[in-house]
């Protein structure tokens, strides 16, 4: 009778490995269930987000998908790439700061060498100085005095050039700061600027428009949201592709700019949806400037690589809200999205304003 194979034992720590491996291939699943799930695009910053998702690690990905799929809208390349920027991709702001924090401190150390080595150097020239004093307190000859001016003169020197030494380093340092404050200020500046349109973000849409509530709390003064939201937009991609829907977000986002000026902020809310904050201005004023960005997008024809067409075209709805008393950010954007919804609903290619027919 032949004797039966015995199996190799699981060496130390294998099985761990094996159920490290085997949890690992579930999320890489399940992830996969995820995209396909919620048709969104199965590129590395999709995977790599849905991938967070059902680790539940990070944990804001989670509450930041779970409130987007709750708010209802879609799950676009966008949404997904700022939740993917804001918590999974290095964040350049934090970057530089800690490369400025490291530059600063360099700085420092430099500038606190030059001191030291001045102090020293002064320290030096105090006891040179007092044992001048001594000789010459003393009976001396003329070559006794020679002597002694010759070291007076050969000290001040010496601390002449290193008062120069600690100005020209000091100066420096002035100089390396301000340059590293100024890539600081850019750096944070572009994390708040979305990258295809330059206009702004949602992070910073929303860090303002707490700052406009806020203030209107407190100073009694007015604005006006605006949201505007490009009609049928999914049809220009699947007509023109997605590099021609790319130069309409981006000629859309340009006439805001351009039509609006000072305190006001265009920001880029979620894929071919963007806010404008309009400070001082009443709901009238805000309803025509709309009227008259409608009226210019629609009349704007893009190039296209299509052979179905030489140029396309677009149009774009727009709801408005004003602040009123006791109203937070949210409530403004409710009202803001329920006329843009009015203005959807009604016909498209208009603009609808709360409290105006």
Request: glycine share 6%; with cysteine.
């Amino acid at each position: 009778m032949q004797a039966a194979v015995k199996q190799p034992e699981t060496e130390p720590g294998q099985e761990s490995q094996i159920s490290e491996r085997s949890l690992i291939f579930r999320r890489c699943k399940a992830a996969f269930q995820e995209i396909q799930k919620h048709g969104t695009p199965p590129d590395p910053t999709t995977y790599a987000l849905w991938y967070a998702y059902v680790a539940r690690s990070p944990a804001a990905v989670t509450v930041a998908v779970d409130k987007l799929l709750a708010s209802g809208r879609a799950l676009d390349r966008y949404e997904l790439a700022e939740i993917h920027r804001e918590y999974l991709a290095e964040n350049s702001v934090d970057e530089a700061q800690e490369a400025i924090g490291k530059e600063f401190e360099e700085s420092i150390q430099d500038v606190s060498e030059l001191i030291k080595s001045g102090m020293s150097q002064n320290a030096e020239f105090c006891s040179t100085l007092h044992g001048i004093k001594s000789t010459s307190d003393a009976e001396g000859t003329d070559e006794d005095f020679k002597v002694m001016l010759t070291q007076l003169v050969s000290e001040s020197l010496k601390m002449a050039e290193a008062s120069s030494r600690l100005s020209q380093g000091l100066l420096a340092t002035q100089e390396r700061v301000k340059k590293l404050n100024d890539e600081l200020e850019q750096a944070r500046k572009q994390s708040l600027l979305d990258p295809l349109t330059a206009v702004c973000n949602r992070r910073a849409f929303e860090d303002r428009m707490q700052w406009q509530v806020d203030d209107a709390r407190e100073h009694g003064s007015t604005f006006c949201l605006v949201l505007a939201d490009l009609d049928e937009f999914k049809r220009v991609n699947d007509s023109y592709g997605h590099q021609t829907g790319d130069e309409v977000l981006k000629k859309f986002a340009s006439i805001l700019f351009e039509h609006t000026k000072g305190q006001d902020l265009v920001a880029r809310y979620g894929g071919d949806e963007f806010a404008i904050i309009l400070p001082n201005i009443e709901i009238t004023s805000a309803y025509n400037l709309m009227v008259s960005i409608k009226h210019k997008f629609e009349g704007t024809r893009m190039p296209t690589n299509s052979g179905h067409a030489a140029s396309a075209t677009a149009t774009a709805s727009f709801g408005i809200s004003a602040y009123k008393d006791r109203r937070t950010s949210e409530d403004m954007v409710t009202a803001a999205d329920t006329a843009l919804s009015r203005a959807k609903t009604t016909g498209r290619n208009r603009v609808c304003a709360e409290g105006l027919s």
